[in-house]
Protein backbone atom coordinates (compact mmCIF):
# COMPACT_ATOMS: atom_id res chain seq x y z
CA UNK A 1 0.00 0.00 0.00
CA UNK A 2 1.10 3.71 -0.78
CA UNK A 3 1.29 6.22 1.80
CA UNK A 4 -0.29 9.30 1.20
CA UNK A 5 2.17 12.34 1.70
CA UNK A 6 3.82 13.07 5.00
CA UNK A 7 2.28 16.74 6.57
CA UNK A 8 5.54 17.04 9.01
CA UNK A 9 9.16 15.87 8.69
CA UNK A 10 10.62 14.05 10.50
CA UNK A 11 13.69 14.89 12.41
CA UNK A 12 15.97 12.38 11.28
CA UNK A 13 15.50 12.93 7.48
CA UNK A 14 18.58 15.48 7.09
CA UNK A 15 19.94 14.54 3.55
CA UNK A 16 18.59 13.70 -0.15
CA UNK A 17 19.31 10.38 0.45
CA UNK A 18 16.46 9.93 3.38
CA UNK A 19 14.15 11.62 0.72
CA UNK A 20 14.10 9.11 -2.06
CA UNK A 21 13.00 6.46 1.13
CA UNK A 22 10.55 8.54 1.97
CA UNK A 23 9.47 9.33 -1.41
CA UNK A 24 9.54 5.22 -2.56
CA UNK A 25 6.74 4.48 -0.22
CA UNK A 26 4.68 7.07 -1.38
CA UNK A 27 5.22 6.15 -5.55
CA UNK A 28 3.58 4.01 -7.63
CA UNK A 29 6.03 1.13 -8.51
CA UNK A 30 5.53 2.47 -12.78
CA UNK A 31 5.88 6.05 -11.73
CA UNK A 32 8.90 5.27 -9.61
CA UNK A 33 10.46 3.54 -12.21
CA UNK A 34 9.77 6.26 -14.68
CA UNK A 35 11.63 8.98 -12.19
CA UNK A 36 14.67 6.83 -11.61
CA UNK A 37 15.49 5.22 -14.38
CA UNK A 38 17.56 6.14 -17.49
CA UNK A 39 18.49 4.63 -20.48
CA UNK A 40 20.11 1.45 -21.95
CA UNK A 41 22.12 -0.26 -18.71
CA UNK A 42 22.02 3.91 -16.94
CA UNK A 43 25.59 3.53 -17.39
CA UNK A 44 25.26 7.40 -17.56
CA UNK A 45 23.18 7.31 -14.60
CA UNK A 46 25.68 6.13 -12.69
CA UNK A 47 28.44 7.80 -13.93
CA UNK A 48 26.87 10.99 -13.30
CA UNK A 49 26.92 10.07 -9.18
CA UNK A 50 30.47 8.48 -9.40
CA UNK A 51 32.12 11.25 -11.16
CA UNK A 52 31.59 13.46 -8.05
CA UNK A 53 32.88 11.05 -5.71
CA UNK A 54 36.20 11.04 -7.80
CA UNK A 55 36.43 14.74 -7.63
CA UNK A 56 38.29 15.80 -4.26
CA UNK A 57 37.85 19.32 -2.77
CA UNK A 58 40.79 21.29 -0.85
CA UNK A 59 39.71 22.26 2.83
CA UNK A 60 40.95 26.17 3.83
CA UNK A 61 41.80 27.65 7.21
CA UNK A 62 41.67 30.82 9.19
CA UNK A 63 39.94 33.04 6.16
CA UNK A 64 37.63 35.57 6.82
CA UNK A 65 33.94 34.73 6.55
CA UNK A 66 31.96 37.73 7.83
CA UNK A 67 30.40 38.87 4.93
CA UNK A 68 29.46 35.32 3.58
CA UNK A 69 27.15 35.23 1.00
CA UNK A 70 25.93 32.93 -1.90
CA UNK A 71 24.13 35.39 -4.00
CA UNK A 72 24.57 35.91 -7.84
CA UNK A 73 23.60 37.77 -10.47
CA UNK A 74 22.25 35.69 -13.75
CA UNK A 75 20.84 37.20 -17.16
CA UNK A 76 20.49 40.22 -15.42
CA UNK A 77 18.59 39.13 -12.40
CA UNK A 78 19.38 38.60 -8.44
CA UNK A 79 19.49 35.34 -7.43
CA UNK A 80 19.92 34.30 -3.41
CA UNK A 81 21.66 31.43 -4.44
CA UNK A 82 22.29 29.01 -7.43
CA UNK A 83 20.31 26.06 -6.82
CA UNK A 84 17.84 25.99 -9.73
CA UNK A 85 14.96 23.30 -9.99
CA UNK A 86 15.80 21.17 -13.31
CA UNK A 87 12.74 20.70 -15.43
CA UNK A 88 10.98 17.79 -15.34
CA UNK A 89 7.64 16.01 -16.74
CA UNK A 90 4.17 15.41 -14.74
CA UNK A 91 4.37 16.56 -11.25
CA UNK A 92 0.81 15.17 -10.34
CA UNK A 93 1.92 12.22 -10.69
CA UNK A 94 4.04 12.73 -7.55
CA UNK A 95 1.53 14.68 -5.50
CA UNK A 96 -2.03 15.78 -6.13
CA UNK A 97 -1.06 19.46 -6.17
CA UNK A 98 1.74 18.72 -8.60
CA UNK A 99 3.80 21.46 -10.28
CA UNK A 100 1.69 24.30 -7.62
CA UNK A 101 3.41 22.32 -4.49
CA UNK A 102 6.76 22.81 -6.41
CA UNK A 103 6.69 26.54 -6.93
CA UNK A 104 5.14 26.91 -3.61
CA UNK A 105 8.63 25.16 -2.08
CA UNK A 106 10.64 26.77 -4.58
CA UNK A 107 9.32 29.90 -3.49
CA UNK A 108 9.66 29.70 0.07
CA UNK A 109 13.66 28.69 -0.33
CA UNK A 110 14.15 31.64 -3.34
CA UNK A 111 14.98 29.11 -5.83
CA UNK A 112 13.61 29.24 -9.30
CA UNK A 113 11.74 26.39 -10.70
CA UNK A 114 12.05 25.49 -14.09
CA UNK A 115 8.56 24.06 -15.54
CA UNK A 116 8.45 21.31 -18.04
CA UNK A 117 6.68 21.21 -21.63
CA UNK A 118 5.13 18.68 -20.17
CA UNK A 119 4.07 19.93 -17.00
CA UNK A 120 0.70 19.19 -15.43
CA UNK A 121 -0.36 22.69 -14.25
CA UNK A 122 -1.03 25.75 -16.78
CA UNK A 123 2.44 27.83 -16.97
CA UNK A 124 -0.08 30.66 -15.68
CA UNK A 125 -1.28 29.25 -12.54
CA UNK A 126 2.18 28.01 -11.99
CA UNK A 127 3.76 31.46 -12.17
CA UNK A 128 1.02 33.09 -10.49
CA UNK A 129 2.18 31.41 -7.11
CA UNK A 130 5.68 32.55 -7.94
CA UNK A 131 7.62 34.66 -6.18
CA UNK A 132 11.22 34.12 -8.67
CA UNK A 133 10.04 33.88 -11.64
CA UNK A 134 9.89 30.72 -13.67
CA UNK A 135 11.59 29.43 -16.82
CA UNK A 136 9.97 27.40 -19.26
CA UNK A 137 11.79 24.82 -20.69
CA UNK A 138 10.74 24.06 -24.17
CA UNK A 139 10.69 20.88 -26.39
CA UNK A 140 10.75 23.13 -29.81
CA UNK A 141 7.21 20.72 -31.29
CA UNK A 142 6.83 19.12 -34.51
CA UNK A 143 4.10 22.22 -34.97
CA UNK A 144 6.41 25.15 -35.43
CA UNK A 145 2.97 27.17 -35.37
CA UNK A 146 1.95 25.65 -32.19
CA UNK A 147 5.29 26.02 -30.54
CA UNK A 148 5.18 29.95 -31.59
CA UNK A 149 2.36 30.28 -29.89
CA UNK A 150 3.22 28.34 -26.49
CA UNK A 151 6.13 30.87 -26.60
CA UNK A 152 4.30 33.78 -26.53
CA UNK A 153 1.83 32.67 -24.00
CA UNK A 154 4.99 31.59 -21.51
CA UNK A 155 6.74 35.16 -22.00
CA UNK A 156 3.14 36.87 -21.66
CA UNK A 157 2.63 34.52 -18.28
CA UNK A 158 5.32 35.70 -16.68
CA UNK A 159 8.78 33.47 -17.20
CA UNK A 160 12.42 34.79 -17.25
CA UNK A 161 13.73 32.59 -19.73
CA UNK A 162 13.23 30.22 -21.97
CA UNK A 163 15.45 26.90 -21.67
CA UNK A 164 15.50 24.90 -25.00
CA UNK A 165 15.89 21.03 -24.33
CA UNK A 166 18.25 20.11 -27.54
CA UNK A 167 19.31 16.15 -26.31
CA UNK A 168 15.94 14.79 -26.35
CA UNK A 169 14.46 14.85 -29.96
CA UNK A 170 14.19 11.00 -29.08
CA UNK A 171 13.22 9.97 -26.22
CA UNK A 172 16.16 7.09 -24.77
CA UNK A 173 14.54 3.76 -24.32
CA UNK A 174 14.45 3.19 -20.66
CA UNK A 175 14.04 -0.26 -19.75
CA UNK A 176 13.58 -0.06 -15.98
CA UNK A 177 10.29 1.96 -17.35
CA UNK A 178 9.50 -0.41 -19.98
CA UNK A 179 9.26 -3.15 -17.98
CA UNK A 180 7.05 -1.66 -14.88
CA UNK A 181 4.81 -0.49 -18.47
CA UNK A 182 4.25 2.86 -17.18
CA UNK A 183 2.21 4.85 -18.21
CA UNK A 184 1.18 8.21 -17.76
CA UNK A 185 -1.68 7.54 -15.27
CA UNK A 186 -5.36 9.11 -16.21
CA UNK A 187 -6.36 12.30 -15.50
CA UNK A 188 -3.04 13.47 -15.94
CA UNK A 189 -1.97 15.34 -18.88
CA UNK A 190 0.93 17.89 -20.54
CA UNK A 191 -2.28 20.71 -20.25
CA UNK A 192 0.21 23.15 -21.95
CA UNK A 193 0.22 21.49 -25.31
CA UNK A 194 -3.83 20.89 -25.29
CA UNK A 195 -4.40 21.83 -28.74
CA UNK A 196 -1.65 20.83 -30.50
CA UNK A 197 -1.70 18.76 -33.60
CA UNK A 198 0.38 15.15 -32.71
CA UNK A 199 2.59 13.21 -34.94
CA UNK A 200 0.90 10.44 -35.28
CA UNK A 201 2.71 7.22 -33.45
CA UNK A 202 4.76 4.73 -35.12
CA UNK A 203 6.90 1.55 -34.45
CA UNK A 204 9.63 2.95 -36.81
CA UNK A 205 12.50 5.72 -35.86
CA UNK A 206 13.93 5.90 -38.97
CA UNK A 207 11.60 7.18 -41.59
CA UNK A 208 9.30 8.16 -38.79
CA UNK A 209 7.35 11.35 -39.25
CA UNK A 210 8.41 12.55 -36.11
CA UNK A 211 12.37 12.09 -37.36
CA UNK A 212 11.55 14.27 -39.93
CA UNK A 213 10.52 16.95 -37.45
CA UNK A 214 13.53 17.48 -35.08
CA UNK A 215 14.50 21.02 -34.47
CA UNK A 216 18.07 22.06 -35.89
CA UNK A 217 20.34 24.95 -35.29
CA UNK A 218 18.12 27.12 -37.91
CA UNK A 219 15.30 26.18 -35.41
CA UNK A 220 17.16 27.29 -33.14
CA UNK A 221 17.58 31.06 -34.61
CA UNK A 222 13.65 31.74 -35.29
CA UNK A 223 12.99 31.07 -32.11
CA UNK A 224 15.15 33.58 -30.67
CA UNK A 225 13.73 35.84 -33.30
CA UNK A 226 10.40 35.36 -31.53
CA UNK A 227 11.13 35.96 -27.60
CA UNK A 228 12.86 38.84 -26.32
CA UNK A 229 13.18 36.39 -23.11
CA UNK A 230 17.10 35.06 -22.75
CA UNK A 231 16.98 31.60 -24.46
CA UNK A 232 19.21 28.81 -22.86
CA UNK A 233 20.18 26.06 -24.34
CA UNK A 234 19.75 22.38 -22.35
CA UNK A 235 21.52 19.23 -23.01
CA UNK A 236 25.13 20.40 -24.35
CA UNK A 237 27.87 17.50 -23.64
CA UNK A 238 30.01 18.02 -26.95
CA UNK A 239 32.75 21.21 -26.62
CA UNK A 240 32.17 22.03 -30.38
CA UNK A 241 28.38 21.68 -29.90
CA UNK A 242 29.21 24.44 -27.34
CA UNK A 243 30.83 26.23 -29.33
CA UNK A 244 28.45 26.43 -32.01
CA UNK A 245 25.94 27.49 -29.10
CA UNK A 246 27.91 30.28 -28.44
CA UNK A 247 28.46 31.50 -32.18
CA UNK A 248 24.54 31.17 -32.44
CA UNK A 249 23.85 34.00 -29.66
CA UNK A 250 22.51 31.75 -26.88
CA UNK A 251 22.43 33.61 -23.69
CA UNK A 252 23.21 30.24 -21.58
CA UNK A 253 23.89 26.86 -21.50
CA UNK A 254 22.92 23.79 -19.76
CA UNK A 255 25.82 21.24 -19.52
CA UNK A 256 23.33 18.01 -19.11
CA UNK A 257 22.83 14.43 -20.14
CA UNK A 258 19.23 14.51 -18.79
CA UNK A 259 20.47 12.69 -15.91
CA UNK A 260 21.61 10.16 -18.15
CA UNK A 261 17.98 9.31 -19.83
CA UNK A 262 18.89 9.82 -23.50
CA UNK A 263 21.80 8.53 -24.90
CA UNK A 264 23.20 6.03 -22.68
CA UNK A 265 27.22 6.08 -21.99
CA UNK A 266 27.93 9.45 -22.32
CA UNK A 267 30.64 10.90 -19.87
CA UNK A 268 29.26 12.45 -16.45
CA UNK A 269 27.73 16.05 -16.97
CA UNK A 270 30.98 17.48 -14.31
CA UNK A 271 33.46 15.76 -16.01
CA UNK A 272 32.75 17.29 -19.46
CA UNK A 273 31.82 21.09 -17.51
CA UNK A 274 35.80 21.65 -17.14
CA UNK A 275 36.08 21.27 -20.58
CA UNK A 276 33.27 23.35 -21.88
CA UNK A 277 34.37 25.66 -19.42
CA UNK A 278 37.71 26.18 -21.33
CA UNK A 279 36.58 26.11 -24.68
CA UNK A 280 33.95 28.93 -24.05
CA UNK A 281 36.56 30.81 -21.78
CA UNK A 282 33.62 32.75 -20.17
CA UNK A 283 31.88 34.14 -22.70
CA UNK A 284 28.59 32.78 -21.40
CA UNK A 285 27.08 31.49 -18.18
CA UNK A 286 27.03 27.84 -18.13
CA UNK A 287 24.75 25.65 -16.03
CA UNK A 288 24.74 22.33 -15.17
CA UNK A 289 22.88 19.07 -13.87
CA UNK A 290 22.91 15.53 -13.37
CA UNK A 291 23.81 13.74 -10.32
CA UNK A 292 23.96 16.96 -7.64
CA UNK A 293 22.82 15.29 -4.34
CA UNK A 294 25.41 16.95 -2.25
CA UNK A 295 26.45 20.97 -1.32
CA UNK A 296 29.69 19.49 -2.18
CA UNK A 297 28.41 18.48 -5.31
CA UNK A 298 27.36 21.90 -5.84
CA UNK A 299 30.29 23.70 -4.85
CA UNK A 300 32.85 21.02 -7.42
CA UNK A 301 30.20 22.49 -9.73
CA UNK A 302 30.85 26.20 -9.15
CA UNK A 303 34.38 25.43 -9.03
CA UNK A 304 34.79 23.60 -12.39
CA UNK A 305 32.69 26.72 -14.13
CA UNK A 306 29.04 26.30 -13.45
CA UNK A 307 27.67 29.91 -12.16
CA UNK A 308 24.60 27.61 -11.01
CA UNK A 309 23.29 23.83 -11.18
CA UNK A 310 19.78 22.25 -11.26
CA UNK A 311 18.37 19.69 -9.55
CA UNK A 312 16.32 16.73 -11.03
CA UNK A 313 14.67 13.72 -9.27
CA UNK A 314 15.69 15.20 -5.52
CA UNK A 315 13.16 18.08 -6.03
CA UNK A 316 10.39 15.16 -6.64
CA UNK A 317 10.92 12.85 -4.12
CA UNK A 318 10.74 15.99 -2.04
CA UNK A 319 7.40 16.69 -3.60
CA UNK A 320 6.51 13.21 -2.95
CA UNK A 321 7.12 12.97 0.47
CA UNK A 322 5.62 15.94 1.39
CA UNK A 323 4.56 18.17 -1.08
CA UNK A 324 5.84 21.95 -0.91
CA UNK A 325 7.22 21.32 2.36
CA UNK A 326 8.98 18.47 0.80
CA UNK A 327 10.43 20.63 -1.65
CA UNK A 328 11.30 23.39 0.37
CA UNK A 329 13.62 21.13 2.92
CA UNK A 330 15.45 19.28 0.00
CA UNK A 331 16.68 22.90 -1.07
CA UNK A 332 17.03 24.21 2.03
CA UNK A 333 19.43 20.96 2.82
CA UNK A 334 21.57 21.56 0.13
CA UNK A 335 21.54 25.08 0.34
CA UNK A 336 22.75 24.53 4.15
CA UNK A 337 25.52 21.91 2.61
CA UNK A 338 26.61 24.22 0.53
CA UNK A 339 27.22 27.28 2.48
CA UNK A 340 29.25 25.09 5.17
CA UNK A 341 31.10 23.66 2.48
CA UNK A 342 31.92 27.30 0.73
CA UNK A 343 32.78 28.14 4.35
CA UNK A 344 35.32 25.45 4.93
CA UNK A 345 37.05 26.04 1.49
CA UNK A 346 38.11 28.98 3.21
CA UNK A 347 35.61 31.04 0.70
CA UNK A 348 33.07 34.20 1.35
CA UNK A 349 31.31 34.37 -2.04
CA UNK A 350 30.88 32.62 -5.18
CA UNK A 351 33.41 34.81 -7.24
CA UNK A 352 36.18 33.31 -5.17
CA UNK A 353 35.06 29.55 -5.63
CA UNK A 354 37.57 28.88 -8.58
CA UNK A 355 39.24 25.43 -9.49
CA UNK A 356 41.79 25.94 -6.51
CA UNK A 357 38.65 24.59 -4.64
CA UNK A 358 39.26 21.49 -5.90
CA UNK A 359 42.76 19.58 -4.57
C1 LIG B 1 11.20 12.13 -14.28
C2 LIG B 1 12.03 13.07 -15.11
C3 LIG B 1 11.41 13.87 -16.06
C4 LIG B 1 12.16 14.76 -16.82
N1 LIG B 1 11.50 15.57 -17.70
C5 LIG B 1 12.23 16.50 -18.39
C6 LIG B 1 11.57 17.40 -19.25
O1 LIG B 1 10.35 17.40 -19.38
N2 LIG B 1 12.34 18.29 -19.93
C7 LIG B 1 13.71 18.33 -19.79
O2 LIG B 1 14.38 19.16 -20.42
N3 LIG B 1 14.35 17.49 -18.96
C8 LIG B 1 13.65 16.58 -18.26
N4 LIG B 1 14.30 15.74 -17.39
C9 LIG B 1 15.76 15.88 -17.18
C10 LIG B 1 16.05 16.85 -16.03
O3 LIG B 1 15.73 18.18 -16.41
C11 LIG B 1 17.53 16.86 -15.61
O4 LIG B 1 18.35 17.06 -16.74
C12 LIG B 1 17.99 15.61 -14.88
O5 LIG B 1 16.95 15.02 -14.13
C13 LIG B 1 19.15 16.00 -13.96
O6 LIG B 1 19.65 14.92 -13.29
P1 LIG B 1 19.29 14.55 -11.75
O7 LIG B 1 17.92 13.96 -11.78
O8 LIG B 1 20.37 13.56 -11.43
O9 LIG B 1 19.39 15.80 -10.91
C14 LIG B 1 13.57 14.84 -16.63
C15 LIG B 1 14.19 14.02 -15.68
C16 LIG B 1 13.43 13.15 -14.91
C17 LIG B 1 14.14 12.32 -13.87
O1 LIG C 1 11.16 12.00 -19.23
C1 LIG C 1 11.96 12.81 -19.68
O2 LIG C 1 13.17 12.77 -19.39
C2 LIG C 1 11.53 13.87 -20.59
O3 LIG C 1 12.34 14.67 -20.93
C3 LIG C 1 10.14 13.97 -21.08
C4 LIG C 1 9.89 14.29 -22.40
C5 LIG C 1 8.57 14.37 -22.87
C6 LIG C 1 7.52 14.15 -22.04
C7 LIG C 1 7.76 13.85 -20.74
C8 LIG C 1 9.07 13.79 -20.25
Redesign the pocket.
Known amino acids: MLLPPLSAIPPWVVSLDDYEGLAKERVEAGVWA ?5 SGDEAT ?1 AE ?2 EAFGRIKLSPRIFRDLSSASTALTLFGREYAHPIFI ?5 HRMFHPEGELATVLGASAMESCL ?1 V ?4 STGIEDIVSQATVPPWF ?1 L ?1 IQPDRGFTAELVKRVEAAGCGAL ?1 V ?1 A ?2 PLSGLRNREQRAMFRVPAGIEAVNLRGMKAVPPSDRVFGSELLASVPVWKDLEWLRSLTGLPVIL ?2 VIDPEDAVIAADEGVSGI ?1 V ?6 TLDTVPA ?1 IEVLPRIADRLEGALPLLM ?5 RGTDILKALALGASAV ?7 HGLAAAGATGVAHVLKILRTELEIAIALTGRATLKEVDRSVIW
Open positions: YLCGALNRAPTAFTSTSAQYVTDAKGVSNHGGRADGGIRMVGRPVI
